[in-house]
């Protein structure tokens, strides 16, 4: 929803990587701005030649045992593998990604985000996975359902969010607009009886303390389920077809059921509303060249459940939109039983008043929301920070073991109106990231940019610092990848961002789902700090678990 932060969705956003909850734009070439500074000139590789002469096999070293020589030392090296074999290897990998959908609309084609078919390119990938160490992926999966209960309870709690956040309101007005639908919400006693979260919580690996910390947790527009189960898919098939030369078992990629996951959760919600005649609606941005993913998910509800969907924008739901007396949302003629939401996490899905008129109507009907407006607030910056605060999960877990390991995945996350770490960071801000209340990427502020912001906010003397937290900077571990954009593969060093998907479902006093559902790998070059897929910054990958 750090220093190397990534958004690849959600947006989409949470956004291709933090590939947020992220924007979802489509990704562009990293920016020189971004890259200029990286130490070691980086090779691209033209894929004109199509059948490169045979190569030896690649030595891999030994897989070390223990996490902290996993988080330090890589088992193989990409950038010593044959070029001849890192050539056939990015052809195979384009033919695949072109027949299997891993697709995403280029930006050189005015329509590609409008119109499907049209103007499509590889979405960009990461050629080999990214070697990740079990424990930490086991860790991961493992505190999921707790984070899903977490999000649960803290949206059931108005006082807890309004005053959190009331600070935040006075300086900030998407957050502002959103309490004031959330209070309207509570003014008229609306209940959500059946409740679905379609989550993703983002990790990285801290070198420097040998600790997998959580950067945000996405509740609105967990972008990728679709993509990222194909680039699983992909780097399996890979490691299967050139085995004998890069000596990898595929069977060490763990399996993604992201998609599938997902399809269920909206299914299952749909089942739950008990309209057999009505739809899932997904609520879209004007301009989508991340449609293919979101496709792919609903092309799966479709064959697999049957369930038929339409997309909306904001705009397009206010003025086809009406409720019913029992409160049943119909938007072009369809009765709505689920609205899932891809977009709307951004202020710039709000250019006027008919898009929160829009929200407004959906957060009115009976309809499931993925979000509702409770679950889009619980997982913003600052309700990250207030949890983080000594007693606060207490608030809402009961079990200890659960509270530690939820407690375990926080870095430090501070208020500023905490004057000594606002000192610190203003004396060391190459230790810390300013993080405004916002989805998608590129929004984050580091380096001496921290300092000089925060002493212009007390220079000034006004409330701004609200609508800001501090978080601690993690430092990953820097790998060698093979990047692929447009054809082109690049080699460079880079970090990774591991994020875990969970999907979430109750109606009333009975949990129906609640559950790890797959995962999603954005990769990027160590020398940017932005980390949106779809923003641009980054690229989609996978884990190798050694």
């Not at 879209?284 to 038929?308: A, C, I, K, P």
């Not at 593969?489 to 797959?518: C, F, P, W």
Request: hydrophobic share 35%; proline share 5%.
């Amino acid at each position: 929803m750090l220093h190397y932060n990534f958004h690849i969705s959600g947006a989409n956003r949470k956004k291709i990587i933090y590939i947020s909850n992220a924007t979802q734009q489509n990704p562009t070439i990293f920016p020189k701005s971004q890259t200029h500074n990286n130490p070691k000139p980086s090779k691209n590789i033209s894929m004109a030649h199509t059948t490169p002469p045979p190569v030896p096999p690649l030595k891999c070293s030994s897989i070390a045992q223990d996490n902290k020589t996993h988080a330090h030392k890589p088992i193989f090296d990409p950038h010593t593998i044959d070029p001849n074999l890192v050539q056939k290897m990015e052809y195979d990998a384009l033919v695949w990604s072109s027949l299997h959908g891993l697709l995403v609309g280029d930006r050189s084609s005015q329509k590609s985000g409008r119109v499907p078919g049209v103007g499509l390119v590889h979405a960009p990938i990461s050629l080999l996975p990214m070697p990740f160490a079990e424990s930490y992926w086991k860790q991961a999966c493992e505190v999921a359902p707790i984070f899903n209960e977490l999000v649960d309870r803290v949206s059931l709690d108005s006082e807890f969010l309004q005053e959190s956040l009331s600070r935040t309101k006075k300086v900030d007005a998407f957050t502002s607009r959103l309490l004031d639908i959330h209070a309207k919400m509570l003014a008229m006693n609306k209940k959500e009886d059946i409740r679905l979260g379609l989550h993703r919580s983002d990790y990285m690996l801290d070198e420097q303390t040998n600790l997998l910390l959580q950067i945000e947790l996405n509740t609105i527009s967990s972008s990728f389920p679709g993509l990222s189960c194909l680039v699983t898919d992909l780097h399996r098939n890979l490691l299967h077809q050139f085995k004998q030369h890069l000596a990898l078992d595929p069977e060490r990629v763990p399996k993604n059921n992201a998609v599938s996951q997902y399809a269920e959760g909206l299914y299952k919600a749909w089942t739950e509303y008990n309209n057999s005649s009505a739809v899932v609606m997904v609520v879209v941005q004007t301009e989508e060249r991340n449609m293919y993913d979101q496709h792919w998910l609903f092309t799966v509800l479709n064959e697999r459940y049957q369930v038929g969907s339409i997309r909306k924008t904001l705009a397009e739901i206010d003025s086809q939109g009406k409720l019913m007396p029992d409160g049943t949302l119909v938007v072009d003629g369809e009765a709505v039983a689920v609205v899932y939401f891809r977009a709307g996490y951004a202020p710039t899905d709000y250019p006027s008043e008919s898009e929160w008129s829009a929200r407004l109507l959906i957060e009115q009907s009976r309809a499931v929301k993925c979000p509702s407006i409770a679950y889009h607030l619980a997982g913003t910056k600052k309700i990250q920070q207030e949890l983080a605060k000594p007693n606060q999960l207490e608030r809402f877990l009961e079990n200890k073991d659960d509270i530690a390991k939820v407690r375990k995945c926080f870095a430090g996350l501070w208020s500023l109106d905490d004057l000594n770490i606002v000192k610190d960071a203003i004396e060391r801000p190459g230790l810390y990231v300013m993080k405004p209340q916002r989805e998608g990427g590129g929004n984050n502020i580091y380096g001496d940019d921290v300092s000089i912001a925060l002493q212009k906010m007390q220079k000034e003397g006004t409330e701004e610092d609200a609508a800001y937290i501090l978080m601690q900077r993690i430092f990953p571990t820097v790998s060698p990848a093979i990047l692929m954009r447009e054809g082109v593969s690049h080699k460079d060093r880079v970090i990774s961002e591991l994020g875990i998907y969970a999907t979430y479902l109750r109606n009333k006093t009975e949990v129906i789902m609640n559950g790890q559902s797959g995962y999603l790998m954005r990769t990027k070059v160590s020398s940017s700090n932005e980390g949106g897929v779809a923003a641009g910054f980054a690229v989609l990958d996978s884990i190798y678990l050694v």
